[in-house]
């Protein structure tokens, strides 16, 4: 779907989607693995202790992120429904997006439940500084979203990954041992006393995020469009049949 006929060069998320480019017949040294673009402010801190602080969290207890996304699509209720039965004290950010029906019933929601201190936002640009604070990042495996927690350090529980590109970066994030998922909500619970309880798991993961990283995306793509600006390369035409092939 994204296949252009015409182009100068191709930036890419991963290494994966180079190979499969270049066996599509694109020219090798015009597709470059930059990672996708971010804003450089997601960049963490040297711990949790001051995030957690300056958000007005207890910096002795872990703090679970669930993110239903710009457009706030998610299953959060089945969510703290099922974060409820946590034995261990959490806390828990729900960032509802876009959807202020969806932040009034996760409200009802949260009104409802006492076993763990529950924050609730609707739209924020404060994403960054919760990332910051937080210990684990439960929600869809957006590209973007996922780029901005890996360049955190953030450990992720996937859940309800759209059909298609979702799954495709789902199965990415788990091949890198960023990220678990959970396939029913009934086991969220289990995997997120299971992670809090192993912090060398945790840890684990955290290290590669950090690893498969790419925060420096738009810098390195700027840098190389403005060298192509001083040295135009030639535009490269796929015929239509490799278009049709991809």
Known sequence: ?????????????NEESKIHLINLGIPKERIIFSGIPIDPIFKPSP?????????????ELPVILISAGALGVSP????????ETLQMPIQIVV????????????RTKASKLSNHTIRIYG????????????????????????????AMGLPMIIISPIPGQEEFNSDYLLEKGVA??????????????????????????????????????????VKILLEDELNPPEPVCLSPGQKEHA
């Open 1 to 13: 779907m994204w296949l252009c006929r015409v182009f100068h060069r191709y930036f890419v998320a």
């Open 47 to 59: 711990s949790k202790i001051e995030p957690k602080k300056s958000l007005g969290f207890d910096p």
């Open 76 to 83: 959060a209720e089945a969510i703290l429904e099922s974060l």
């Open 95 to 106: 960032v509802c997006g876009k959807n202020p029906q969806m932040e009034e019933k996760i």
């Open 123 to 150: 739209f924020t640009d404060s994403m960054h500084k919760l990332m910051d604070a937080a210990d684990l990042f439960i929600g869809k495996p957006g590209g973007l979203t996922a780029s901005e927690a890996m």
């Open 180 to 221: 678990i998922k959970c396939n029913e909500f009934t086991t969220l619970a289990y995997k997120v006393s299971y992670l809090l309880s192993h912090p060398q798991k945790l840890q684990q993961m955290r290290k590669n995020a950090f690893k498969h990283s790419t925060p420096k995306a738009a810098y390195k793509i």
